[in-house]
């Protein structure tokens, strides 16, 4: 017998329609890239996206086009955010950080039919604009007439002004409702293993992922909130911030390209922000700026959602004890749409002493409700959940891709339907998750792995230590040996033996890296992750070569 209850399909233009209908006033500030502010509401964002939808109507982009985006977090963007799915369209975030040939990949392979684009980008458009002029028939440019660049692009392609396609279009438009499993959204894996590959989520994954990452113990996002995405729009969906802010009626503060520890530091005050999110580099360079700032404080912030890599333990004690900050800790991927975990406790950690919280805050969380996970040893085989045995991870849930974008519906996935996530990690008996590795980072000594993120955690425990990797080397006898590589602090001076000397009693001995080399810097991906391919590339065969 089936339920009686009403059946609407869940689109990404109910939430909209929602936040203009119910938090009509609460605001979206965005800097723009000349460093000045607009402000407008969510009522006029969802009446912008109706007029944005009859001027892609009149570009000839139809339901099941894609709309390539090159853009930071701000209000246009988000409104290509809502149209684009709006009218059955695809929106498709290109992260303008990778390299041209890689975008031009992207762009081609997505088969983008528009690209819109914010003028820090122009050198990239130009510099694409020949490869992707077989599918990209027009740019529009993401400012005012005013601010409009003169791009030389290839014959047959338009150059517009997104203004003034705006002031030009009716909004008569009604959202309609069609299939929820309609895809709305393509983003591309940042590729650090070969070319990238697009997740397409659908409106029914995007709707459930924002009330999954909306609840008490997850994002927790209230009408009276006012929350700083800087993690980007254009990766990962900005942690679904602009999906489940629209659905709690909360202000969303959009920072652009200005992340520096200066520039978040003002917005966070000036805007009187309560929660933002980001990559742990970004708390890295506002906390050093506060820390050289006499008197510095956040005036309005009580908490900081961090993820995309492990969170340094110094970083979460010190928002916590020097600023009051709380730091959490969640885990995802771009396949996970994004947010798999978040790190709340459960009544079982009400008595841990100070010790047992620092080790709880820095794992990676617990599975939100529509997600399942578990770890499983090289034969596929259930691990148990004690904290100490560490496997692959694999997922599931309505909010897991099945195929990459291209592939067959289900190719991701194994026989039984799990994900596996390219992470290695425990889960102790609270279902709490702590990641030890990527797959292909963990270091096989012996038969025996040892983790590159533990030991990395401890390095930049030290004072002197900015940064630091551990990455697998090869050794004649035990095949693979820990490898450790540090950037010292500005004006510090660090020697091996100090170094090493930090990890006394706090790991196996087995354990301890081989070697430490000091650089004056380490490689990053173009998403701020530190990029172990290139470092293996570089110093895999250091030992073989240089044995002692
Ligand atoms: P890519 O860098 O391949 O584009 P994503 O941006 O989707 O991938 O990042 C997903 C990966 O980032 C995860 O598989 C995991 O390795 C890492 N990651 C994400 N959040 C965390 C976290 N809180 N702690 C440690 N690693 C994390």
Redesign the pocket.
Known sequence: MLGLMQSQPLMISAVLKHAARHHGAAEIVSKNVEGDIDRYTWADAERRSRRLVRALQALGVEAGDRVGTLAMNGYRHLEIYYAAPGLGAICHTVNPRLHPDDIGYIVNHAGDKVLFAETSFNAVVTAIAPAIAGTVKTVVMMTSPALMPALDLPAGMRLVCYDDLIAGADEDYVWPEFDENTASALCY????TGRPKGVLYSHRSTILHAYGVSVADALALRAVDRVLPVVPMF??NAWGIPYAAAMTGTSLIMPGRHLDGPSMHKLLNDERVTMTAGVPTVWMGLLQHLRATPGAKLDTVQRIM??????PPLLIEAFGREYGVRME???????IS?VGTYNRPKPAHAGLDEAGLEHLTLK?GRVLPGIDMKIVNDAGEELPWDGVAFGDLKVRGSWVASAYYGDAPGSALDADGWFA???VATIDPNGMME?TD?SKDVIKSGGEWISS?TLENIAVSHPDIAEAAVIAARHAKWDERPLLIVVPVKGAMVTPESVLAIYEGKIAKWWLPDRVLVVDELPH?A?G?LQKNTLRARYQNLLLEQPS
């Open positions: 894996t940042s590729g650090t990766h990962v961090t993820g995309g890599s492990a969170c800790h969640g885990w995802g991927m771009t396949e994004p990676q996530t390219g992470d990641i990527r993120i991906t998403t992750k």
